[in-house]
């Protein structure tokens, strides 16, 4: 499915440019793009050598056992195929704090974290485990408490009441991060038998 | 609110501090152990580089070139069939435009805010669905390109699905609390 979407955004992005007769444009965006690439990459390398690193140091300190240990018991139920002492249980839920506290740039180190300790559990390498997609979903529904870049939009621009989105904004992102459990739930219990 | 502007930024000196103070106590060599983790960043770093740039040719490529306007306005139909005010149709390209690009969707919907005012419809609309919903297709490319896989099975079905879910509850929740 990503290979579909990657070529067709590629193409009918190219189609566009042409017959809009602007297909310099496509020259330009590429190798933008590609250098805008480099730059999020290697922007990434301090903040995740930071984490990274602070990472380690909680684990040897034990804190993300007991993280895991602490929140085991719910979060468990989310990741059955998981072993009980997992240590991909602790980063998932660091990466998961982060994102709730709107911690952009230290989810991201801890996400990939959780990412590689869930990939040593796997049987086959090359395929998405039931407990990464879970991860994901999670991840990428889950609510962070305050969006503090769009209300800073909101004041720059004036409005009278920045932070009046805050209640509608977890409102809408709890009930997708729920629809994205059951339906996660369903598929994998369906796929297990 | 305040509470919970306070914690988040409160929250990195904390974790700064008592991390290594913790593992100082239970005997960890605390600096060595820093550096043997922060190693790690840079090969991770390294690692998602080639999904980065890969995704991101073609998403820019997509954007610039019109195609995403396009669509926008092919979905407008689609807004129409489900009995939504026609004023809302400015709302498609940034939620066209949110699992893509993170930093796409923030220009969309900081154009939409300024040119429609941040407490109009649109301007809720926009803050809202920026919020509520993540850079999906993103994310998972670049996590999923972390660790090497290639198959992803249903993973981008049921982000993009939280994310439809997202934007329909957001329309929902801005006209019951404001209107």
């Known amino acids: ?193 | 609110m305040s509470v919970i502007g306070e914690i988040s930024r409160w929250a990195i000196p904390f974790l700064l501090l008592i991390i290594p103070l913790a593992a100082f106590w239970r005997k960890v060599p605390v600096y060595e152990s820093f550096v043997t983790g922060a190693e790690e960043g840079f090969k991770t770093a390294i690692r998602i580089l080639p999904y980065l740039i890969g995704m991101l040719v073609s998403i820019r490529i997509f954007v610039d070139s019109g195609a995403l306007e396009l669509l926008a306005r092919l979905l407008e139909p689609v807004f129409a069939f489900f009995g939504l005010d026609k004023e809302l149709t400015a709302i498609i390209p940034l939620a066209v435009m949110r699992p893509l690009s993170g930093s796409g969707a923030l220009g969309i919907a900081t154009q939409l805010i300024d040119q429609y005012g941040p407490d109009s419809l649109i301007g809720r609309l926009a803050s809202t669905l920026q919020g509520s919903t993540d850079t999906t297709f993103f994310v998972l490319t670049v996590y999923f390109g972390a660790v090497g896989i290639k198959k992803y099975r249903y993973a981008l079905k049921l982000g993009l699905m939280a994310d439809l879910i997202g934007l329909v509850m957001s329309i929902w929740i801005v006209h019951k609390v404001f209107y």
């Open chain 1, 1 to 193: 499915m990503v290979n579909a979407i990657w070529l067709i955004m590629l193409v009918i992005g190219i189609v566009v440019a042409a017959v809009n007769g602007r297909i310099e444009v496509v020259t330009e965006s590429a190798m933008k793009a590609a250098e805008l690439g480099v730059e999020t990459a290697f922007g990434l390398i301090g903040v995740m050598s930071l984490w990274l690193g602070l990472m380690r140091l909680a684990e040897e300190a034990g804190f993300v056992r007991a993280l895991a240990r602490l929140f085991g018991p719910v979060i468990r139920r989310l990741f059955p195929t998981l072993k009980e002492d997992s240590p991909a249980l602790g980063a998932i839920i660091l990466n998961l704090s982060a994102n709730v506290l709107g911690l952009g740039n230290a989810a991201t180190p801890f996400g990939l974290k959780a990412m590689q300790e869930l990939q040593k559990e796997n049987p086959h390498p090359d395929t998405a485990t039931q407990a990464m997609i879970t991860f994901l979903a999670l991840n990428t529904s889950c609510l962070t408490l305050v969006p503090a870049t769009i209300i800073a939009v909101r004041v720059k621009a004036q409005s009278l009441n920045p932070t009046e989105i805050i209640g509608p904004t977890i409102f809408a992102t709890g009930c997708a991060m729920t629809m994205a459990i059951i339906v996660d739930y369903f598929i994998r219990r369906r796929s297990k038998t």
